[in-house]
Nanobody
């Protein structure tokens, strides 16, 4: 049982930055890999970024590479997604997710994650 609570979303202009946070409670967060996904209205949920439990393996979707940075602070049981140079096409509900490192490594496949946050809205005006 891992509860994930996201925060940091909002309305910003294109080119601005936001940092999303994902606070975890329950089982030891450090033992879980983490992923960020997003979903725009009428579209499929898509992968954004993932990070292993140790932070040693990080992957990004091509659409955000060079602009977004995923990180984690296991001592605070919190994951982050720093988003820079935001574009209108980044507008979506953003979700964080967790998967036990003992089960498998995090990936771009949404179905492998065991726990999900409630989502936080990010809106970027052009």
């Amino acid at each position: 049982q891992v509860d994930l609570v996201e925060s940091g979303g909002g309305l910003v202009q294109a080119g601005a930055s936001l940092r999303l946070s994902c606070a975890a409670s329950g089982r030891t967060f450090s033992s879980y890999g983490m992923g960020w996904f997003r979903q725009a209205p009428g579209k499929e949920r898509e992968f954004v970024a993932s990070i292993s439990w140790s932070g040693g393996t990080i992957n990004y979707a091509d659409s955000v590479k060079g602009r977004f940075t995923i990180s984690r602070d296991n001592a605070k049981n919190t994951g982050y997604l720093q988003m820079n140079s935001l574009k209108a096409e980044d507008t979506a509900v953003y979700y964080c997710a967790a998967v036990s490192a003992a089960k498998r490594s995090p990936s771009a496949v949404a179905g492998i994650y065991d726990y999900w946050g409630q989502g936080t809205q990010v809106t970027v005006s052009s």
